[in-house]
């Protein structure tokens, strides 16, 4: 290597060094972002038909094709599922338990790096997290990661429809029921692509209580239908007149009785508005099963039934939570594999930014951390025996600490001159 290339590899290494992330990928002529498949996709408008035992084994059938697996109908079918608010509740519990867990980011060592941690603290991270978690109850996820600021930071995480991808093939379809399309395997668009689950057969849970949501949103319609029928009780005339005229009044009467909620009859005129229940209680029949697919949901997704409801045991209480902990610890792991094996190395693929992460790892931060009550006891209790750090206690308090009180005892004399006693004060 003469003089010459010497000084161009230097030359060379500043201007790369000065240039931004964005003219570089400008000048390489490599950014997807304007070729990006999410852009392209031909979207429709969510029509939330009625759905049906019939339309979950189609919907079913048509996602688990040997050949061509087809998840539009699924997807139509999940999104109906996700009306329901005790499903949403305990999907978001589960979600919520990991996007609020601590976390660390640490080299092989064991030594955290704050400023490394300081580039997951954002809202990507949290919908990533969310996502991945996400695989379990709709099945396989596709993520892309593509959209970056002026700096080269991540901005967003874009989900790609579970009908616009087939991951048997690995390919991105324009339009949902499509045969060819792009791959996300292959090629430059691989950088970009996370894929969450298995390429086949992973339908998530939501197929398994689409029956039970299912029963739950017929039960709950055939009471609305109920109390269309006999929530307002129907009213009875009875008269021992024949004369047209008086049947026109009694009937406008009664058609103006919900205005004004009184009749004036003549003669043997009797008006009865009846129990047409016959003493059955339809809010015990209706509101038992609704409850019922309620429990079965929290049962499949939190492993009792006691976190969702507000008169469990303490002890059954306690029992159920322990269930649901190791979901959440299940959960947890999940989130760290995707992160470590797939999310840290395209991120460092993706901009300069994210280079310090490629020797490190990212961990959940399960410690304890040091809380203020927890401090003061420790203080109030240790205190007598050794000096602690003031700095330190206020940094975790928050209280300024101005000076130290001397609590030393004092001796007072008393009596006379010749003998004197002493008191001791504090």
């Known amino acids: 290597m003469n003089i010459f290339s010497k000084a161009y590899q230097k030359i060379e290494g500043f201007v790369l060094r000065k240039a931004s ?17 999410s852009t392209t996709l031909q979207h429709r408008a969510k029509m939330l038909r009625v759905q049906t035992l019939q339309s979950w084994k189609s919907a079913v059938m048509l996602a688990t094709d040997l050949e061509n697996p087809d998840k539009a109908r699924l997807r139509e079918l999940y999104d109906n599922l996700e009306q329901d608010n005790h499903l949403g509740s305990v999907v978001e519990s589960r979600i919520a338990k990991t996007q609020q867990s601590p976390f660390r980011v640490v080299n092989e060592h064991g030594e955290r790096n704050d400023e ?101 949103k017929l039960g709950l319609g055939s009471w609305l239908d109920y109390i269309e029928k006999y929530g307002v009780p129907p009213l009875f005339i009875t008269t021992d007149r024949d004369d047209q005229t008086h049947i026109d009044q009694l009937r ?47 049962k499949r997704f939190l492993g009792g039934t006691g976190l969702t409801d507000e008169k469990g045991f303490v002890g059954s209480v306690e029992v159920q939570f322990e269930l649901a902990s190791f979901r959440f610890e299940s959960d947890k792991i999940l989130v760290k594999h995707y992160i470590n094996t797939y999310l ?41 025996h050794y000096d602690f750090d003031p700095e330190q206690v206020e940094a975790i308090t928050g209280l300024k600490i101005v000076g ?18 002493y008191t001791i004060t504090p």
């Open 116 to 216: 490394a941690k300081k580039l997951f603290e954002t809202v990507w991270f949290q919908d990533f997290v969310k996502y991945v978690l996400m695989s379990k109850f709709q099945g396989t996820t596709l993520l892309e990661l593509i959209k970056t600021d002026g700096e080269g930071r991540l901005t967003e995480v874009t989900e790609i429809p579970q009908g616009h991808f087939n991951a048997l093939k690995g390919i991105i379809l324009k339009e949902t029921g499509d045969t060819t399309g792009t791959s996300y395997r292959d090629g430059k668009l691989s950088n970009y692509y996370i894929q969450i689950g298995k390429d086949y057969n992973d339908l998530g849970l939501y197929t398994l209580v689409a029956p039970i949501v299912l029963a739950k």
């Open 404 to 421: 130290i009180k001397d609590t030393t005892p004092t001796l007072t004399a008393i009596g006379n001159e010749k003998k004197k006693a």
């Open 21 to 37: 992330y964005l003219a570089l990928k400008a000048a390489l002529g490599t950014s997807p972002r304007s070729s990006a498949p």
């Open 252 to 298: 406008e009467a009664a058609e103006n009785f919900k205005a004004s909620p009184f009749m004036i009859g003549v003669g043997a005129d009797k008006f009865e508005i009846p129990n047409l229940t016959g003493g059955n209680n339809g809010e015990g029949v209706f509101d038992s099963l609704i409850k019922r697919a309620d429990n079965e949901i929290s």
């Open 344 to 384: 840290i190395p395209l991120l460092v693929k993706l901009s300069p930014l994210y280079a310090p992460l490629a020797s490190l790892r990212f961990e959940w931060d399960d410690e304890e951390p040091m809380t203020t009550e927890k401090l003061c006891n420790i203080v109030q209790t240790l205190g007598v």
